[in-house]
C-alpha cells in the first residue's frame, strides 16, 4: 500500500478498511494482519478476542481503570498512548489534516475523513428501519433510538428524559442556568457548543448549506432543510388536532397551542401574553420603539423583519405572487389568496347578526359597523364621524374645495364619487336618446 507523506502528517498510513492511522508503513502491515489473524488472545473479563497481546493488555485497561498515559499539560490521562498523542494536539492547537476541498483543518485523520464526506455526500452508516443513511457512526447511534424510543437519560429536576447523555447534561442546564461556551467576539453564552458554533458563523458570515434548487446558502443544514421544503412542498409536520401542516417543526408546536391554549411568554411591560417567544420580542418592540430593520435606500425603519421586505417591494416593483386563473400579480401573499377569491366566489368571513357574508376581513368589519352603529373616523373640521375612512376623505374634500372626480363628458367635478355617477347617467341618456333618433 503506497501513502505519500504530506508535511505535517505524522500518520500517513491509512487502513482503508477501517479509520485506523500509522505512522509507519510496516505498523500498517502488522494492522491489516489484525483483519485476518487468528485472535488468540482472549480477554478474560469480556468476549472480546485480540490478533496482538499489545492489544488485548490495552483493552484490560477499560476493566482496570488504569490510565497510564499522563498528559503533563493537564490532568487527563489516556489508557492507550495515541489517544494522549491526539489529545495533546487540544493545547498546541495543532491540526496536521487539512482539507483538500476547502481551507477546514482537523486535529484527527478520523475527524478530516468525516468532514470531507460533506463535501462528496458520502453517507455509509444506513439505518436498518429506515431509508436514512449518516456520515457518521454515531449520529445511526442516536437515529436508532428514535424507532426504539429508549430514553435511559431522566432529569432529577423535572420529568424530562433523553436518549443521550450528553443531551441530559445540556438540558440542566436550563434549571441551573449554566452556559459554560462563551463566544470570543461578542458577550453571548450557551448551554451547548453546537449552539456556540452555529452563533460563530453569525460573526464569520459563513454559510456552509447551498440549497441545489437556488442559490439560497444557510449557516444551519436545519435552515437549509426547511427551506427545502419551499421547493418541495413538504409539510412533514401535521397537526393532530384539525387538518393543518407544517413545513418547520417550531410553526407546528405554536400552532399547537392555539388548541391548548397555552401562552409561555409573558410580556414584563403589559400584561399580554404570547405561544412564542419570536412573538414576545417583536410585541415588546412596541414599548421600546425600537426598530432594527432599516432600508438603506430610503431610511425607513421597521420592528419586523417581513414588514422591511414587504417595503422593498414598493421599490423595486417586484410582485411575486401571480394569480394561476388570470395575469394579475401582487406583492403580498394575502393580497393574492384574497383575488383569488374573485375567482372562486368563497366568502369566508361571514357576519354573525345577518346572513352576508364577504371574501375579506377587513370588509366585514366595515359592515359589522351598520349594526353597532360605530363612526370611528371623526373629522377634524366638524363633528361628523364615518363608518370608512374613505368616506371621511371624501367629506374632507367639502372643506377643502378639493374636487377630485372629474366627468369626462364634461368640465364638471366633484368632491363625492357618488356626485360624479349621476351627471354622467345623464350624459349616457342623451346619448341612447340621441341613438333613438
Known amino acids: 500500500m503506497k501513502h505519500q507523506r504530506t508535511p505535517g502528517d505524522d500518520k500517513p498510513y491509512q487502513y482503508n478498511h477501517c479509520d485506523k492511522e500509522f505512522s509507519q508503513n510496516s505498523h500498517l502491515i502488522q494492522h491489516q494482519s489484525r483483519h485476518t489473524r487468528a485472535k488468540r488472545y ?32 493537564c ?45 462528496t455526500g458520502e453517507k455509509p452508516y444506513q439505518c436498518n428501519k429506515c431509508d436514512k443513511a449518516f456520515c457518521i457512526n454515531s449520529n445511526l447511534i442516536k437515529h436508532h433510538m428514535t424507532h426504539t424510543g429508549v430514553k435511559p437519560y431522566q432529569c432529577n429536576q423535572c420529568d424530562k428524559a433523553f436518549s443521550l447523555k450528553c443531551r441530559l447534561i445540556e438540558h440542566q442546564r436550563t434549571h441551573t442556568g449554566e452556559k459554560p461556551y462563551q463566544c470570543n ?30 442559490d439560497k446558502a444557510f449557516s444551519l443544514k436545519c435552515h437549509l432543510i426547511e427551506h427545502q421544503r419551499t ?25 399547537q397551542r392555539t388548541h391548548t391554549g397555552e401562552k409561555l411568554y409573558q410580556c414584563n411591560k403589559c400584561d399580554k401574553i404570547f405561544s412564542a417567544n419570536s412573538k414576545l420580542i417583536i410585541h415588546q418592540r412596541s414599548h421600546t420603539g425600537e426598530k432594527p430593520y432599516q432600508y438603506n435606500k430610503c431610511g425607513k425603519a421597521f420592528s419586523v423583519n417581513s414588514n422591511l421586505i414587504i417595503h422593498k417591494r414598493t421599490h423595486t416593483g417586484e410582485k411575486p405572487y401571480q394569480c394561476n386563473q388570470c395575469d394579475k400579480a401582487f406583492s403580498l401573499k394575502c393580497h393574492l389568496i384574497e383575488h383569488q377569491r374573485t375567482h372562486t366566489g368563497e366568502k369566508p368571513y361571514q357576519c354573525n347578526k345577518c346572513d352576508k357574508a364577504f371574501s375579506q376581513n377587513s370588509n366585514l368589519i366595515i359592515h359589522q359597523r351598520t349594526h ?50 349621476t351627471p354622467e347617467d345623464t350624459h349616457w341618456g342623451e346619448a341612447i336618446s340621441v341613438q333613438s333618433m
Open 42 to 73: 482472549q480477554c478474560d473479563q469480556c468476549d472480546k478476542a485480540f490478533s496482538l497481546k499489545c492489544r488485548l493488555i490495552e483493552h484490560q485497561r477499560i476493566h482496570t481503570g488504569e490510565k497510564p498515559y499522563q498528559c503533563n499539560q
Open 185 to 214: 467576539k461578542c458577550d453571548k453564552a450557551y448551554y451547548s457548543n453546537i449552539n456556540l458554533l452555529k452563533h460563530h458563523r453569525t460573526h464569520h458570515g459563513e454559510k456552509p448549506y447551498q440549497c441545489n434548487q437556488c
Open 231 to 255: 421547493h418541495t412542498g413538504e409539510k412533514p409536520y401535521q397537526c393532530n388536532k384539525c387538518d393543518k401542516a407544517f413545513s418547520v417543526k417550531s410553526s407546528h408546536i405554536i400552532h
Open 372 to 421: 353597532t352603529g360605530e363612526k370611528p373616523y371623526q373629522c377634524n373640521q366638524c363633528d361628523k364621524a364615518f363608518s370608512q375612512k374613505c368616506l371621511l376623505i371624501e367629506h374632507q374634500g367639502t372643506h377643502s374645495g378639493k374636487k377630485p372626480h372629474q366627468c369626462i363628458q364634461c368640465d364638471k367635478a366633484f368632491s363625492k364619487r357618488c356626485n360624479l355617477v
Open 75 to 119: 490532568d487527563k490521562a489516556f489508557c492507550i498512548n495515541n489517544d494522549l498523542i491526539r489529545h495533546h494536539r487540544t493545547h498546541t492547537g495543532e491540526k496536521p489534516y487539512q482539507c483538500n476541498q476547502c481551507d477546514k483543518a482537523f486535529s484527527k485523520r478520523c475527524t478530516l475523513v468525516t468532514h470531507q464526506r460533506t463535501h
